[in-house]
């Protein structure tokens, strides 16, 4: 369950691209707040931050946005955009959501001990990395994490395998692949096809 974290923006009025280099070049970040019934409003968050929300938080936690010109929201991070030199948060689309209401967020698929399938010389092939989670915001995860310490060749694990805490479900197609684990090919097989 991800707690939740609170972000101070302000208001953007001068919508212009110079309008937002300018902002990413004084360390803010742009933005904008949408959500169903609502007029979709452009802001900007410092970018210290942000980063620091996320890295205490989540990326998937509820965060309250303090803002002094209106009331505070309850919102989602539904999309983060990078620069494309600088690998540094270029924008944020913030989700308006209500604590009350299910929603759907991608959460990334992290595997565990997956050195242990290294050290065997076993082979994961990761067919996805990001599933669809619908339920209530603040009960999404920040990942979902797979186990591949008892794993061995010829496991398949599809979507309908994975766990999630109950009231939460995966919008995704049941017998969708996610991983499969193989043996490595034999330097002997590989030679013979080589001559």
Request: hydrophobic share 35%; charged share 35%.
């Amino acid at each position: 369950m991800s707690e939740r974290g609170k972000l101070r923006v302000e208001k953007r009025t001068n919508l212009s691209n110079g309008e937002r280099n300018r902002l990413r070049k004084s360390g803010y970040v742009p933005g904008i707040v949408y959500g169903r019934n609502l007029v979709s409003e452009p802001v900007a968050v410092r970018t210290d931050d942000l980063r620091r929300a996320i890295k205490e938080f989540g990326r998937n936690a509820v965060f309250e946005l303090d803002r002094s010109e209106a009331a505070n929201d309850l919102v989602l991070i539904k999309e983060i955009q990078y620069g494309h030199i600088i690998s540094d948060f270029a924008h944020v689309d913030f989700q308006k959501v209500s604590l009350s209401e299910e929603t759907k967020l991608e959460v990334p698929i992290k595997i565990i001990n997956k050195e242990l399938l290294e050290a065997r010389k076993f082979l994961l092939l990761l067919q996805t990395d990001i599933v669809i989670i619908k339920g209530l915001p603040q009960d999404i995860p920040d990942s979902i994490d797979i186990d591949a310490t008892d794993l061995k060749p010829g496991d398949v694990i599809k979507i309908g395998d994975l766990k999630t805490s109950d009231g939460l479900t995966i919008d995704n197609d049941p017998d969708q692949i996610v991983l499969s684990i193989n043996e490595p090919r034999s330097n002997e097989i590989v030679e013979e096809e080589n001559e």
